[in-house]
């Protein structure tokens, strides 16, 4: 794995604001871009304003398949809660009656309804799993963003050695170093919290206790390793290559 050279931000997510700042060539593009035409960039400069986009693209992707996940892992906490109420209750009415009465009158149905959730529970793991494997597929495709940059980075660099005029800032501030950079942090990101999911989809519905799965169900929604910093980064990159 690619390894930024920017650290990360703490805390719980936040939209970027939009105000001004003061920017240098490793710093947040300040202000709107002006248009950009695109059939005068040079190769490698449309290059990485299509990786940009791409980035955009993965990312509000990504969101909609999170939001999709946490739902099912709310459905399976309810499924999981349920199936244990009804086991308490099915003990409790075994303490309060005869052996005879209960293997007469509530054993077959409390099986049925064992089986039901069981089911039912399957069912939502089984979506909890697609969902982990269309994400997985995702940051599949944000790696290679981040190698097509890399690429890009070694290209220019063999050019600069080869032509003295070459400035090596495609658009306004960042070199192709910033956008790799930029881009493997995001990467980076994504991949911790890939691996959360991954977690949470083998582990959320084998267990017990009520605040453990909550917990699960509430670091999928939230994404920890995803924080306000990734928002800054790709908002700045679409600034930077003219799509903002």
């Known amino acids: 794995m690619s ?4 650290g990360k931000g703490s805390g719980k997510r936040r939209k970027s604001s939009g105000t001004p700042r003061k920017s240098d060539s490793s710093s947040p593009s300040p202000v709107k871009s002006p248009s950009v035409n695109y059939a005068k960039l040079s190769p490698i400069a449309k290059k990485v304003r299509d990786v940009a986009a791409d980035w955009h693209n993965l990312i509000q992707r990504w969101e909609v398949l999170n939001a999709s996940g946490a739902s099912v892992a709310n459905k399976i906490v309810n499924c999981k809660l349920a199936n244990i109420e009804s086991k308490d209750a099915a003990e409790m009415t075994v303490g309060q009656t005869s052996a005879g009465s209960v293997a007469g009158a509530g054993g077959t149905g409390e099986a049925a309804d064992a089986d039901g959730m069981s089911k039912e529970l399957e069912v939502f793991c089984n979506q909890l799993t697609d969902t982990y494997n269309a994400m997985a597929k995702l940051w599949e495709k944000m790696e290679k963003l981040t190698s097509n940059l890399k690429g890009q980075r070694e290209l220019q660099q063999y050019q600069s050695d ?5 400035p090596n800032i495609p658009f306004q501030t960042w070199t192709i170093q910033h956008f790799y950079e930029v881009s493997a942090e995001l990467s980076e ?12 989809s083998e582990n959320i519905a084998h267990q017990s206790d009520r605040h453990t799965m909550m917990f699960l169900a509430s670091s999928w929604l939230h994404q920890p390793y995803i924080d306000n ?8 990159m679409l600034v ?3 799509h903002r």
């Open 189 to 200: 990101m994504y991949s911790k919290e890939l691996k959360l999911k991954q977690a949470i």
């Open 229 to 236: 910093r990734s928002e800054i980064l790709l908002e700045s």
């Open 162 to 166: 080869n032509d003295d005029s070459d």
């Open 240 to 242: 930077e290559t003219g």
């Open 3 to 6: 390894e930024s050279s920017s």
